[in-house]
Structure formats: C-alpha cells, structure tokens
C-alpha cells in the first residue's frame, strides 16, 4: 500500500480488519518490519486519539517515529501554487513535503478543511499536494473529507463486537455548536457502504452528504424510524455540504438518549471522540453500558497497525 | 505501587530512596523490565525537569515514552461532571483519560491548581479524575496540591549527600511577585515529616501551610532561628493557604544571601527550581558553594526511574 | 569534538565531510555508538530540517533523542546575568542550561539573534552562555551568527554534486519583506572560505557581510559578473549588518530567474529553506531541473550525523 486515504485505497476491506484484529492479540509479532524505518507524523491541527494511536503503532512495528506540530513548531504554510509569498506565510508546502520525504519513509498527515470553499475542501488539495510532493507513501490522519483510520478502526469495533453475520448500523446526526467538518460521516459512510452491514443513515433536513460516499445506504429524516432494531448507532455531528458548512438552528432532540435506545436492539453506541457531552451525546448514554466509544477508540492503534504494516511491506 | 501521589503511596520511603541511589549507579539494569510498556506524559502546563528527567527515567528502563502537551496538542479539557458542553471545552476529562488509558500501560500526568477554589484545589479533583478515568497506574508529575517526584529527589538528595545521621532541614518561605501553589511545600514536608530528619519550617505570619501535610514539623516564624545550625536549606515561595492563594506584600528580606548562611552548619541550599534569582534566592547563593540546586535536579531521574520501575513490576 | 558552533570548531573540514558522505551509504554503521547516549534538541525558535534531521541522525547512531521547545513547553528564559527576576522570565538560561546537562548527554540548541543590539547577537550570548552552563558538549543548531550544520551540509552537497575539482561557488543575496539573520550567509562564507572551492559574494551595496567571515572571498555588487559561469548558486536574503538588522527598500531584480542562469555554468541553485517563492527564488527556479534544495535538505541528515558521531567519539 502506497497511500491510505480512503476505503477507495484499500483492495480487500474484509481482510486489513483482520489483519488488525490479529495484531489486536500479537502486537510485537511484525517489530522487526520496521527496524530503521522512519515514520512521521505531521499535524496542521490539534489530535490526541490519532496521535498516540499511530505514535504506538508504528513503535510496535519497530519503526522511529517522530511527531511535528508543524503549524506551531515549525513555519508557516503556504498552499497555493503560484503565490508571491510576501506576506505571513514562510514556506511552501512543496518544500515542506519535499523536504520531509527526503527523512521519513512514511509521512502521516492531519489537516482539517477550511469549511469556506467546497471546492478546494472536496479537492483535497492540501492533503494531495502533501502526497505528490514528499514522495513517500502517505497515511492520512484525517483530512478535508475524510478520516479513513477512524473508519477503518469503527469496522474493526463492529466486525469485534457483533452479535449477528450482518449488523444493522446506524450512522445519526447529532447536534453542536460548531460547524463541524465532513470528513467523519463522510468517510464511515463510505466504509460502511463496502462492509457486510445493512447501513441506515439518517438527520435532519439540510443535512445532506455527498452522495459520492453515502451510495448504497438507506437514509432517512425520521431517527426513530432509523434507530428500529439497530445493533450499532454511530453518532456523529457534521454541518451542511449545501450551503458549504452551514450550521441550521435547533434539532437539540436529535440528542441520543437512553429513551432513544429503547427500540434498538440494545445498540451499541459509537462515537469518533472528542464528544461534547450533553450536547452530541448525554452523560447517561456516555456513563451507561451501551457506550463502547472508550473501547472503540483503543482499536484506533491496531487499525494503523495494519495499514503501516501494509506499507512497510511495500517499501 | 499502582498511584504515586504522595508519601502515603509508598509504604517503605527509605527503601524507595535506596532503589533511587542504586539506580543511580546502575541505570540500565532494569532495562527488560519496559520492554513493550509505554508510559504516557500529560502535560496541562509547562515542565522541564519533570519532562525531561521523567522521560529519561522511562528510557532508561526500556519504556516507549510519549508526550502529549494536552492542552496545546490535543482538545481543550472539560473538567465538570453534568457539564453541558457548549461552549469553549471540546473533550471531557472522562474520555481523554479512557482514552489514553488504552494506548498506556502508565500515565504521568501534571495539571497546576487553579489557587481560586481551595476547596476543588485541595479535592484534587482533576489528578483524581484523570485516576479514575484512565484506568492505568498513575504518577503524579505534580498535582494541585503535591509534587511528589520532586520530593523524592529531594530527600535522595538529602540521603545522599548528608554528613551525619540526622540533619537539621530547613523549609524556608521566600519571597515573589506572582501566587504560587502550595504543592512543592506541602509535598516537601509531609516527606521530611516521615524521613530521619529534623525538620522545622519557617515563613512569615500569614504563609501557615495546610496542617494536613505540616504534623510532626518545629513551625517558626523567626527566619534566624530556624536556620541555626541547619545542614540543608530548602527555599520555596508559596502563597496563603487562608485567604487561599493571597500574596501579601513585603518580606523581601526573606531572601536568603550568604550573610544568613553564617549561622548555618555550612548548610546546604537546595531549590526545586525554576528559581527567580534575586527575588527568591541570590545570585551569590545560586553561583556560590553551598548550592546544590543543579546536583538535586540530576536526581529527579532516578526518583522518577525507582518509582516506574516498582510500578512496571506490579504491571 | 566537545562544541560545533562554527568552521573553527573542526580540525579537518575536508574529512567530517567526507564523513558525512560514508554515512549517507552506512546510515546504520555506527549505531552501537549512541547506546545509552541521549542527545537533547532544544529549540528557542522554529525548525523544520534542523529538527527532524539532527533526531534522525542521532536515532541512526543509536540515541535516545528528546525534543525540547522551550520557548513553549518550559518556561520563559532570562537571559541577563544579575537580573532581578521580577518580570515575565521565570527560569534563567543559567538553570535551565545546567540542568538539561544533568539529562543529556550532547545538547544541540537553536537560538535566533534579537537584530537589536548587533554587539549582544554578536558576542553569541545566549548560545555561548548554554554551552557555559550546560557542562556537556553543545552543538548550534543555528545561533545569533551562525547555521553550522546547514553550511556543513551545503559543503557535503557540493562535494556530491560538483563536476570539476574546483568548482565555482557564487552566494547571492535575495530580496525579502522582513530583516532576516545574517547567520546562514556568515556561515556559508566561512565555510567556502576553508574548502576547495572559487568563492564570490554579491549583494547589492549596504548589505555588506561582517568581514570576520569572509575573508578570502570575492565580493561585488554586479550580480550578473558574479553568476557568470557559476556552478553552484547559493541564494539567501539577509538584513544589513550596518546599520543592524535594517531592510533597504528595492532590489526585486535580485531574485534569481532562469534568465539569470544562462551566463552560469548551468548552475546548481541552493537555498537553506524555508525559501519564499516568488520573492526570493521564482517558482521557474525552484521547479526546474537547476534547483537541488530538496536534495540538500537531504544531505542535513548525514553532517548532523557525522558531528554528533564525532561527539560521540570523544565522550
């Protein structure tokens, strides 16, 4: 694997989540993989879960792993091509991705979206531009549209914890304060669509996802018809694709509670973290046992496992 | 040990000490004991020694050391129970906690007191969150009221370089222009209180430390009485427990100079640092013989080191 | 070697780059060496290369590297001797120096000149004073006056890449919109000045160079007469040095172009990154098939490495 960015990356699904589950229980069996391997893990924005997971998991491979906050300890960035960079920005992310790749064998890289331009958002320009020109292959650490370790360490929980061949899982809005990038929903979206699950999608009106990543799921704009028998509910915020990370009022009781998991079929509850309680998701459902977001967040670390694994055995 | 905090973690302190100076002369032959063991530094506030002496410490037994600076690198903390998440806070303390609790076999964890509610200072009520949430050993690398990695440097520190059985110690105020927590003092006598030392404490009225940590202490306000005939001198500035965190003016003369060591047993100076010179202590003092400020930070590893080691061994 | 701060520090220039050529193909060769050695990065300022490149190197020698940003995660420095500390800096650089070589066993540090007061940055207070304090062997990661690993770096990638025994070397200022440090100039002059290469120095007239550092060069105003026949071009803004730290306004036709290039010897073209495109280098340059930046921030590994050893050779 060159470069792990979506489900679209990944030629068999069914089989990297078993290659975490298996180094779930013998996570030193592949140290030797990365033995004088480098990994860095670049960060345009804040991370504790991403961060420490992957940190761990490319440790357990062996590999060095080096951590840079490059928005605070190292220069400013410009983005776009062709600028006169007379202004607050010191160094081109041509440079800065060049200059990288000529260190580390594999560059993880986080970088949030702007919320302002779909265009260059959905384009991926930052995260691509950092592929083409470190010149090694790429981890995403969540990008504009996507957050495909997240995702791939969700079917992991699932594929862990489910009681039947084929789960009925269910991804609901929840409400926030903020606007909220995409790149969450979008991204489990997409992962669910290639799983073995029976995927229900539902918010409010205005709510919306691009369809490139919803297809194949059910969606709907009735939660308690959604939540029916579900096994697991993911809950997850996000603002509008159309108009471009709008955030309409109200919606407050689209807030899980227990009295929502009544119909389920003693759902687990997800959540990607970091979770405002009592605002995404009520104490009760956080404190409660049908919570498993602690759990699901400890399989963050075999899923990057499994796809540093991956790549060290192609370089 | 599965909580460093305080003293009364520890059941034996002078075999603890032992095992700090043994490490001392031998400070890779625990080596396999973290093999594959991670260990966790959370920082909610500005560190130095404890960072960099701490992080050695866990090398040196072998440990992968990752340090999270929680507050610039990851999401700010909520720490109220109930809270209703909608304002600046984006993760509760309960999930960061879980969630590090899963990628760490320890966890260190360092967070200030805020000085304005002495009641939730005094609680504890952050460390111990972090405690109950995270499910690992925990070790304090300073809580709102103790800094017992500190302390246990100090009193190897002392062990090691004390000319007779049992020396006269010296807690002494001084003066500074900001409030500082009551940790260092309070954690530095409750450990004098349970070594072989004579220990007297002097400040001006108004500095009286919480008796909690104070028992067994010779309590003075005469600065040149307590320093007669003393062998080791430990300057500290603290603020008023009662008003809590009050700074009342004045005291400058409190600083120690060489002039105030006359009376002294050529006595030994000793600070956790950072210090304000000539505020907290003279040029002439920091510069001259008698400090040993720099020797007693040297120890700080292998406090840190013989209390991870007893940890790794009850993993 | 106990220090690494400048050209004068190395007995034979010709051999640590040599050096630093046999590690580029044995990165490994050596990585016994640093067993149970820690090297501690501390940094006042930012730093992508210098950073990453100098823990690399010495996580192929086998150390165990600790990053500190200082400014940031420990505490505000004072830097003045006999300071009364009763304002912002909470730690002098006399503690702070003496205990970090408590911990560690090679310290590299980077500090940036203030370009207010030329005699302070110049005398390299602040860096000379770490090495005073810190009582282990110091290696500049960049300092008031000096970038030593970069320029031994530059020298390492002229010896790669140059085509004749003695090639041309021309270090041309380039326009800017903030006062920069005269630290990478200063070096590299120093350094072409001691290796085997036909050294000139052009920059528009005010911007003379200390000559301390460039003696043996030949210096001109006329751009175009210097890049004749050049085979390497170094390009670098800085800020005058009389009067200190002062920008003259002008000078855009300074920025090098391909047009420029014709009358060289198709010349190499250099920069020590972070480069401002389209100010200081045109995009044409930097993504022509002249440019070898990337290339040289490369090669900071490998003299990063061959110092360090040398270091190491010597505890």
């Known amino acids: 694997m060159k470069l792990f960015s979506s489900v679209n990356d990944v030629v068999d ?5 078993k290659e975490a589950l298996h180094l779930k229980q013998n996570p030193y069996a592949y140290e030797h993989l990365g033995k004088h391997k480098t990994l860095g893990l670049i960060f345009l924005n804040p991370s504790l879960r991403t961060r420490i997971s992957t940190q761990k998991a490319g440790t357990n491979l062996g590999m060095n792993v080096m951590v840079l906050n490059i928005d605070k300890e190292g220069w400013a960035l410009e983005l776009q091509d062709g600028a006169i960079m007379n202004g607050g920005t010191v160094e081109h992310i041509r440079e800065a991705a060049g200059v990288l790749g000529q260190y580390v064998d594999i560059i993880g890289v986080r970088s949030f979206p702007g919320l302002k331009n779909r265009d260059a958002d959905y384009s991926e320009d930052v995260f691509n531009k950092f ?3 470190c010149g090694v292959p790429v981890v995403s650490l969540e990008s504009a549209t996507r957050h495909p370790l997240q995702s791939l360490a969700d079917l992991v929980t699932i594929e862990e914890l489910k009681t039947k061949a084929r789960p009925k899982v269910v991804l609901t ?10 790149a969450v929903p979008n991204s ?4 669910m669509c290639r799983a073995d699950v029976d ?3 539902t918010h409010p009106e ?4 691009c369809t490139d990543f919803t ?8 939660q308690d018809e959604a939540l029916a028998d579900a096994d697991f509910i993911y809950v997850k915020n996000w603002s509008a694709y159309e108009p471009y990370g709008k955030v309409f009022g109200g919606y407050e009781d689209w ?8 119909p389920t079929n003693n759902a687990k509850v997800m959540h990607c973290l970091p979770v405002r309680r009592n605002l995404e998701l009520s104490d009760e459902i956080l404190d409660g046992q049908n919570s498993i977001v602690i759990h699901e967040a400890g399989n963050r670390v075999w899923a990057a496992q499994a796809v540093l694994k991956q790549m060290l055995e192609t370089l």
Chains 1, 2, 3 share one sequence.
């Open 13 to 17: 699904v069914q089989s990297l989540v």
């Open 131 to 133: 592929v083409k020109y």
């Open 173 to 182: 809005w929840a409400p926030h304060v903020k606007a909220l990038p995409q």
């Open 188 to 191: 489990f979206a997409e992962w």
């Open 199 to 201: 995927f229900t999608i």
């Open 206 to 209: 205005g709510y919306e996802l």
């Open 215 to 222: 297809n194949g799921a059910t969606i709907t704009h009735n």
């Open 255 to 262: 807030m899980l509670t227990n009295d929502k998991l009544k």
